[in-house]
Nanobody
Framework: QVQLVESGGGSAQPGGPLRLSCAASGFTFSSYAMRWARQAQGKGHEWVSGIYNDGSDTYYADSVKGRFTISRDNAKNTLYLQMNSLKPEDTALYYC??????????????WGQGTQVTVSS
């Protein structure tokens, strides 16, 4: 069965870095685009970033562009999100998700449990 397990969340100071990982299993990781999403308490879900199957294309929400970097290691079946210059408004539960198929405005069919990121001084 498909499993997505996030790790790397925690507390960080404003301006600091964190690196999230998502270990994937149960499917051919290299055949699917992947995404990171987040949900802050009391707010709606926000797509943060996405990456194509082979890493050749990426996208970012305007709110994180220039600060976050998505990457993947298909040999390790792992998705990453390097977060730099963190802001208090980045505080949220971060999820990785498997894109159903293809690339572009398509949905996701599997989600991890999430990892909490808290940015405060």
């Amino acid at each position: 069965q498909v499993q997505l397990v996030e790790s790397g969340g925690g507390s960080a100071q404003p301006g600091g870095p964190l690196r999230l990982s998502c270990a994937a299993s149960g499917f051919t990781f290299s055949s699917y685009a992947m995404r990171w999403a987040r949900q802050a308490q009391g707010k709606g879900h926000e797509w943060v970033s996405g990456i194509y199957n082979d890493g050749s294309d990426t996208y970012y929400a305007d709110s994180v562009k220039g600060r976050f970097t998505i990457s993947r290691d298909n040999a390790k079946n792992t998705l990453y999100l390097q977060m730099n210059s963190l802001k208090p408004e980045d505080t949220a539960l971060y999820y990785c998700a498997k894109v159903t198929t293809g690339w572009g405005p398509v949905g996701c069919d599997y989600w991890g449990q999430g990892t909490q990121v808290t940015v405060s001084s």
